[in-house]
């Protein structure tokens, strides 16, 4: 029986001091991958290599790999981490649990921001590696089609994704719900600061037609206006250029209010009560708070960014609980599939000892049997061979359905009597070596596809 | 003259996929997840619209001209050029929000049209209905429709508004499109609404010179009519002109379509019900 089994570090777990060191640089995964795959155990793995986690996935037969496996491994891979005990930060999950948890992952719903969508790319990419690597079978490959499934539902019928928490693009966002199109729209970066920078790059990304960069130093602000493709222009220009920008985000080091109440109604004036959105990221604040009174300008200052955050935070936590639903939904799906291909040498097993049985008994007629005409001796092949196959096949489905393969594996044994034999020719578990397999093996081709006698004549 | 069977079979049918695209669209805004099939409330719009333009086509055909001279009418028109004019809207600028309003409109109204005892259209001077007639009631019900669609977006607009500078960030704030949309949309209803209406009170007084010899009426009634709709055509064209100036964005326009809509509606009640037949008739 195929063992699933997952263990990891994350963010959750381990502090960043762990965390830096256990990750696995980009060029190094393959090697680790290669390394991993060459286990004895083995059949397939995965390995998952992200600044918030590293997380092992291994498909084996019929044991599940131990905790030390993974920390031994893991210890191996990185020698600067011998003297560093991983046991306590390791958590350990097999079969349904470990798909569900890699579920859960690629969704976005284990990430520190939940509904951060990087991490459904960085899946598939650490995917792509052990691919190239071979270390991928028809599990993992159903794993891995499954979970990319289920993230995409989750993005699509939940509105985890939809509500930002940053405060760079919550700024952004809010300004979707001022103008219509960005394409027409320019933006004023008052200062230089970082998270200036942020929103301008979001800004830039959201397709506004003009990014005007004004700081004090010019020699600070004309390569940064480079760098963003925005224009630089000095802060004795700040009138001309409030009355054509529909966006000002300020964040100077300055001590007083840069924008004051006359300098935008005159502003507001000359821009014809156009709607203006100001966004104050600055500490101590450089917009007059009082700007807000006046008709057809929205402030937003660091502290109301926030709490846009927050309340989205709080949005997508509800959100979670939709989206857990959803990848409970595919995990049981996966298990359908699982319990359905584990049945597969089983029913192989027992299809060869009847088969066996009924030719046996046929052979112990024979002299009866050749008495009879042609015809008639065909008739009464084809009637035991339907016999057995209607006899057979409610067993056959129920094995399929069957959700603990290993009792069900135990009980055919008993019940029907099967010689060990039979079972090693059959292989006791589904081979799924990616290494060991050549060409197409039975195990590749859909369950549909395979020739079981009792869907020939049921 | 009583409704005829298959056109109740058919308002009633009309309000009842309007029912449903009512709830579709408050269960998107209460579920805040993005709909799982999203085509399903305009799907069930169109269906009522279907079933809508049959019975206001069997009502013509009926009548034997296209005038609309009972509330009834009135009211069925209204709410099927609202629900066209939406479903215009939502394929071409995504405003589901607006959904909300129209199909609960238009559920209403197809109700109360079902309900209202139908009786026969009766003109003061007993002549028959001509074409200009005809063109006045439609024109000055699609300016009605507009003026509410104009109401709608305003309503929404101040709403977002609010949102925005009290920092309030619910569901239905997600769901309300950008104040410009919004904006724009009031103008372009606006305009369309002056435009109707500017039209139908033109063709009511061509009718008026042609039927009693002068474009203003003599009678009580008809002056009262006269009046609201000076009142109402007034209200417009300050809108419109005032939407010129630069101060008059957004807010203030709002604001102003809003009185616009609830003169126009009141004026077309205190019509039904005290022109005592000599407009058009409860």
């Known amino acids: 029986m195929i063992k699933i089994t997952l263990a990891g570090v994350n963010h959750k777990t381990a502090p960043v001091e762990i965390r830096e060191r256990i990750a696995y640089p980009k060029e190094s995964l393959s090697s680790a991958v290669q390394a991993l795959a060459r286990q004895d155990s083995v059949l397939e793995c995965l390995l998952l290599s992200t600044c918030n986690r590293v997380e092992i996935l291994t498909i084996t037969s019929n044991i599940h790999p131990s905790p030390d496996f993974f920390t031994d491994f893991l210890s191996k891979t990185h020698p600067a981490l011998t003297s560093v005990p991983l046991r306590p930060h390791l958590y350990y999950k097999t079969d349904s649990e470990a798909v569900e948890h890699l579920f859960q992952v690629t969704a976005s719903l284990d990430s520190m921001v939940v509904g951060e969508p990087q991490i459904t790319g960085q899946v598939k990419e650490s995917f792509e590696i052990c691919r190239k690597e071979n270390s991928v079978g028809p599990y993992l490959n159903q794993i891995f089609q499954r979970a990319v499934s289920s993230a995409k539902r989750v993005r699509s019928e939940t509105a985890i994704s939809h509500l930002p928490v940053s405060i760079s693009y919550a700024a952004c966002q809010l300004a979707r719900k001022i103008f219509q199109d960005m394409s027409n729209k320019s933006v004023l970066l008052l200062g230089g600061g970082e998270m200036a920078q942020l929103t301008a790059r979001h800004m830039k990304k959201m397709g506004v037609r003009s990014l005007t960069l004004m700081t004090r130093d010019p020699a600070k602000g004309e390569p940064l206006a480079a760098e963003y493709e925005a224009t630089y222009a000095p802060m004795s220009r700040l009138d001309d250029i409030l009355s054509e920008a529909d966006m000002v985000v300020c964040s100077t080091g300055a001590e007083t209010y840069l924008l004051t109440v006359p300098i935008m109604e005159s502003a507001m004036e000359r821009r014809g009560y156009r709607p203006l959105f100001l966004i104050d990221i600055a500490v101590p604040r450089n917009i007059d708070p009082e700007i807000s009174r006046l008709s057809n300008t929205f402030l937003y200052n660091i502290d109301d960014l926030r709490s846009v955050v927050l309340s989205n935070q709080k949005e997508r936590e509800m959100e979670t609980f939709a989206a857990k639903e959803i990848v409970r939904q595919e995990v049981a799906q996966f298990e359908k599939w699982r319990a359905e291909r584990s049945a597969v040498p089983l029913i192989q097993a027992l299809r060869q000892h009847t088969e066996e049985i009924r030719l046996a008994e046929l052979d112990r007629f024979s002299r009866t049997l050749d008495t009879l005409p042609d015809e008639a001796r065909k008739q009464v092949l084809l009637l035991t061979q339907s016999l057995m196959n209607k006899m057979l096949h409610p067993t056959y489905q129920t094995l399929r359905n069957s959700s603990n393969i290993d009792e069900a594996w135990e009980w055919i044994t008993r019940c029907y009597g099967l010689p060990p034999e039979i079972l090693s020719r059959n292989g006791s578990h589904e081979d799924t070596s990616p290494k060991e397999r050549e060409g197409k093996s039975v195990l590749d081709s859909p369950l549909s596809d395979l020739p079981l006698p009792g869907e020939q004549t049921c | ?282």
């Open chain 2, 1 to 282: 003259m009583t409704i005829s069977p298959l056109e109740l079979l058919l308002l009633e049918m009309a309000s009842g996929f309007y029912l449903g695209a009512f709830i579709l669209y408050l269960s998107e805004i209460l579920l805040s997840r993005p709909p799982r099939i999203p085509w399903a409330p305009v799907t069930a719009g169109v269906g009522g619209v279907l079933f809508q333009s049959l019975a206001i086509f069997i009502r013509f055909g009926f009548q034997g001209h296209v005038a609309l001279l009972s509330l009834r009418e009135v009211l069925s028109f209204f709410s099927w050029s609202l629900v066209l004019t939406f479903l215009y809207l939502e394929h071409q600028k995504k405003v589901r929000i607006l959904g909300l309003f129209i199909f609960g409109i238009a559920f209403f109204s197809t109700l109360m049209v079902i309900g209202i005892s139908f009786r026969a259209p009766v003109l003061s001077s007993g002549a028959p209905i001509g074409l200009l007639l005809s063109i006045h009631t439609l024109l000055i019900d699609l300016g009605l429709a507009s003026a509410a669609l104009a109401f709608m977006v305003s309503v929404l607009y101040l709403v977002l508004d609010h949102f925005l500078r009290r920092k309030i960030f619910n569901r239905f704030f997600a769901r309300i499109p950008s104040l410009e949309t919004l904006d724009q949309l009031n103008n372009n209803f606006s305009g369309i609404g002056f435009v109707f209406l500017t039209a139908g009170l033109f063709f009511a007084m061509i009718w008026s010179l042609e039927k009693f010899g002068r474009t203003l009426p003599l009678a009580s009634q008809g002056r009262l009519a006269f009046i609201g709709a000076i009142l109402v055509w007034l209200l417009y064209a300050m809108t419109v002109l005032v939407r010129r100036n630069r101060r008059f964005r957004g807010k203030q326009a709002a604001y102003l379509s809003i009185s616009g809509f609830l003169v126009f509606a009141a004026t077309m009640l205190v019509l039904a019900f005290f022109s005592k037949g000599s407009h058009f008739i409860l």
